[in-house]
C-alpha cells in the first residue's frame, strides 16, 4: 500500500473535497507531513513516545482455547493494550507531533465510541494543547464514562445535536469549528478518511499495527498468516494492518456493521472531504448507520479501502449486532479478554466462517483494536433486554 | 435564462450595488413566493440552496432551514422545478454540495439546470483541483460555475481560482461557516481588495453579512453582498414573503444611498 496520486486518489477514491477556506489548510497539513515522515528525528521522536508512553510494541496473542473452539488458529494483535485502550492512540501521537512542528497550540476531533476522543484528550494532555472533542448527542449518552474521561483529560466535550446525532455529525461540527480556527487549530481526524492528505496520512501512522504483526507472525509461524481481519467504521486498523500485509499472499477482510456497511452497501459519493463508498439515497443526501458500536455508526470507509475493494486486494463483510455480542463474550470466557464491541465485529465474523470460508487448520491474525471496557454497562443491558426478549 | 455576469456587470456599470439574496428550497410552503417578493423588492439575483444533509460550510440556521426542507421532502429535483415555474425577472444561482451534483450526474445536473432558466450554480466542497468535470458540463451547458475565495487563500491561487470563476466572484468575508456576525472585520476588505487586484469579475461579499449596515460596508469596497442566514431566519420565523421582502428593501435601501 503505497502514497495516493498527488491530489489525494487511491484510484477512484479520495480527492480533497473542502470549502475553499480549508484548501490551504490542507496543503499546509500535507507538506508537515511529507516533511516529518522523511525526517528521521520525526520518526525517532514518534517511536520514542509510542514505546515509554504508549506501550508499544503491543504483544500478539495466540488464542489457544477460543482455537480449540473454532478449529482455527486465532492470533489477536493486542491493540488493546495500547495505553488509553486503543489503537487510537498510535495516531493522534502523530498528529500531536505535528500540530507542534506547524506551530498550533490547539486540537478539534470528532469521536463517535469515545476512543479517538480519550486518545486526542491524551495526546493533548501529554503535549500541553487545547483540545475540544466533537461527540454525536446519542453517542454522549451511550458513552457517558468516556465523556468523563475526556474531560478529567482536560478536554471540552462538545455534544452535537444536529442530523444523525452521532459520528458523521461530529465530523461535520468539528471541520465547521476548524474552517473558523484553522490559524491555531489542527484537525486531529481519527481515521483514514476525510481530504487528502489524512486517509493517506492516518494510515502511515497505524502501519506500525500491521509491520509489527508481520514480524511477530513471522517469528511465531515462520511466515504470514492465511487471513488478516480487522473492523472497519472509516477504517484506520484494517487499514495499518493491511499496510503490513497487503504485499503477502495473506487474505485480507475488513468487517462491517451490518448497519453501516458502506463498503458492502455503499455507492460512490462525496462527503467529509473524500470520494469513496457512501450509504445515500437516490438524490444524494446521506444516509443514517446504525450499530450497537458507535465507533462503527458511520455511513463511508476510508477511500482507500473502497479502491482496495475495488481492486479485489481486500474484501469487506459484514457482521450483525447478535453475532457480535456473541462474539463478545465468547472472547471474555475463552480468553479472558473484553475486546471493544468494534473489533468484536472482527471476530463475529471469524467465529461465523471458521470452518466455512475460513478452513480448519487455517491460521487467522485478528486486529483487537480496542479494549472492552467502555462497552461493558452497554453490553450489560443488551444482554438484560435479550433475556426479557426471551 | 438571465444570464448571470453580463446581468450584474450591466447593473455595476450603471452604478448599482449588487445584492444576492439567499433561500433554501423547499424550506417553507411558500418559499417560492418569498423568491419571488425578494427579487421584487430589489434583489439582483438569487440564490436558491438545494439541501443536502451533511451542509458543512453551514451554520445552525441555513441547516435547520435544510433539515425542514428535507424534512417537507424536498429533492433536488423538485427544487429546480419549482425555481423554473416561479418564473423569475432576475438571474438565479442555485447552491448546493458536490454529493448532490456529483450523485445527479454533473451533465445531467447541468442539463436540468439550464432547462429550469438557472444559470449558475455555487458549490462550496468542490475546490479549484477537482472543478474538472463539472466546469466542463457547466460550460457546455451555459451554467456558470461562481467559485469562491476565501481570507486563508494565497495570492497565486486567488488568480487562479478568479480566472475560473464564472458570473461574480464570491469572497468569503470571514473564516468560518454561514451565519449571521456582529461585525466584519478588516479581513473582509482585504480578501475583496485581493480579488480586485486580479479581475474585473464582479466580486460579492457572503458570510456573515447580516445587516443593512454591513452590507453598505462591505460595499464600500466590493461591487455586491451575499445575504443568507438573516434572511432566512425571518423566514424560519415563519415572517413569509412580506418579512422577506421588507428585510431586502432595507437592505437595498442601505445600498442605494451607501
Known amino acids: 500500500m503505497g502514497p495516493p496520486d498527488a491530489r489525494g486518489w487511491f484510484g477512484d477514491f479520495g480527492g480533497r473535497f473542502v470549502p475553499e477556506a480549508l484548501v490551504p489548510a490542507c496543503i499546509e497539513l500535507e507538506e508537515a507531513f511529507d516533511a516529518a515522515w522523511a525526517d528521521p528525528g520525526f520518526h525517532a521522536e514518534l517511536d520514542a513516545l509510542l514505546c515509554d508512553y504508549g506501550g508499544r510494541p503491543t504483544p500478539l496473542t495466540e488464542c489457544l482455547r477460543l482455537s480449540g473452539e473454532l478449529g482455527v488458529r486465532v492470533l489477536l494483535k493486542r491493540e488493546d493494550l495500547v495505553h488509553a485502550g486503543s489503537h487510537k492512540l498510535n495516531n493522534v501521537v502523530g498528529q500531536a507531533l505535528l500540530t507542534r512542528r506547524m506551530g498550533k497550540r490547539r486540537l478539534v476531533a470528532e469521536t463517535g465510541a469515545g476512543q479517538h476522543g480519550v486518545a486526542t484528550a491524551t495526546a493533548a494532555a501529554l503535549f500541553g494543547l487545547e483540545c475540544t472533542v466533537y461527540m454525536g448527542e446519542l453517542d454522549v449518552a451511550r458513552q457517558a464514562l468516556n465523556v468523563f474521561r475526556m474531560e478529567l483529560l482536560g478536554a471540552e466535550v462538545r455534544p452535537v445535536t444536529s442530523g444523525s446525532r452521532t459520528l458523521k455529525d461530529a465530523v461535520n461540527e468539528a471541520l465547521r469549528d476548524w474552517v473558523a480556527t484553522v490559524d491555531h487549530t489542527h484537525y486531529c481526524l481519527g481515521s483514514v478518511m476525510g481530504p487528502h492528505p489524512f486517509p493517506y496520512m492516518v494510515r502511515e501512522l497505524q502501519r506500525v499495527v500491521g509491520v509489527e504483526a508481520r514480524e511477530q507472525c513471522r517469528a511465531l509461524l515462520g511466515g504470514d498468516p492465511d487471513v488478516v481481519v480487522a473492523c472497519v467504521g472509516g477504517g484506520s486498523n484494517a487499514a495499518g494492518t493491511f499496510a503490513g500485509f497487503a504485499d503477502t499472499s495473506a487474505r485480507l477482510v475488513g468487517v462491517e456493521a451490518a448497519g453501516g456497511a458502506a463498503a458492502s452497501d455503499g455507492i460512490p459519493g462525496v462527503l467529509h472531504g473524500m470520494r469513496s463508498l457512501l450509504l445515500q439515497d437516490e438524490a444524494g443526501q446521506i444516509l443514517e448507520a446504525e450499530s450497537i458500536s458507535a465507533g462503527l455508526d458511520y455511513p463511508g470507509i476510508g477511500p482507500e479501502h473502497a479502491s482496495l475493494a475495488a481492486s479485489g486486494r481486500a474484501h469487506y463483510e459484514k457482521a450483525t449486532d447478535a453475532e457480535v455480542l456473541d462474539a463478545f463474550r465468547l472472547l471474555a470466557r475463552t480468553e479472558g479478554i473484553l475486546p471493544a464491541l468494534e473489533p468484536a465485529h472482527a471476530l463475529a465474523w471469524v467465529v461465523r466462517e471458521a470452518g466455512r470460508s475460513v478452513p480448519s487448520g487455517s491460521t487467522v491474525l485478528v486486529t483487537l483494536s480496542g479494549r472492552g471496557d467502555k462497552d461493558v454497562a452497554q453490553v450489560r443491558e443488551l444482554l438484560a433486554e435479550n433475556r426479557e426478549a426471551r | ?258
Open chain 2, 1 to 258: 435564462m438571465i444570464a448571470l455576469e453580463p446581468w450584474l456587470r450591466a447593473r455595476r456599470s450603471a452604478g448599482r450595488k449588487l445584492l444576492v439574496a439567499y433561500v433554501m428550497g423547499g424550506m417553507c410552503e411558500d418559499w417560492v413566493e418569498s423568491v419571488q417578493a425578494i427579487a421584487a423588492a430589489g434583489a439582483d439575483a438569487v440564490e436558491i440552496g438545494i439541501p443536502f444533509s451533511d451542509p458543512m460550510m453551514d451554520g445552525p440556521v441555513i441547516q435547520q432551514a435544510g433539515v425542514h426542507a428535507l424534512d417537507r421532502g424536498a429533492t433536488p429535483a423538485q427544487v429546480i422545478d419549482d425555481v423554473a415555474a416561479a418564473k423569475l425577472e432576475v438571474p438565479v444561482a442555485v447552491m448546493t454540495y458536490y454529493n448532490i451534483v456529483f450523485r445527479a450526474g454533473h451533465r445531467r445536473m447541468a442539463k436540468s439546470l439550464r432547462a429550469a432558466g438557472i444559470g449558475a450554480a455555487i458549490v462550496p466542497d468542490l475546490p479549484l483541483e477537482e472543478l474538472g468535470q463539472w466546469a466542463e458540463a457547466a460550460d457546455a451547458a451555459e451554467v456558470a460555475t461562481v467559485l469562491l475565495v476565501a481570507p486563508s487563500t494565497p495570492p497565486a491561487r486567488v488568480r487562479r481560482i478568479c480566472a475560473r470563476s464564472r458570473g461574480f466572484v464570491y469572497a468569503v468575508a470571514r473564516m468560518g461557516v454561514t451565519g449571521e456576525r456582529e461585525t466584519l472585520g478588516h479581513e473582509t476588505t482585504d480578501v475583496v481588495r485581493r480579488v480586485q487586484e486580479v479581475t474585473d469579475a464582479p466580486v460579492c461579499v457572503g458570510v456573515g453579512v447580516s445587516t443593512p449596515a454591513q452590507a453598505r460596508a462591505a460595499c464600500e469596497v466590493a461591487d455586491g453582498v451575499i445575504v443568507g442566514s438573516a434572511l432566512v431566519r425571518r423566514l424560519l420565523e415563519g415572517g413569509g414573503p412580506d418579512a422577506a421582502a421588507e428585510f431586502v428593501g432595507e437592505l437595498r435601501e442601505a445600498l442605494d444611498v451607501g
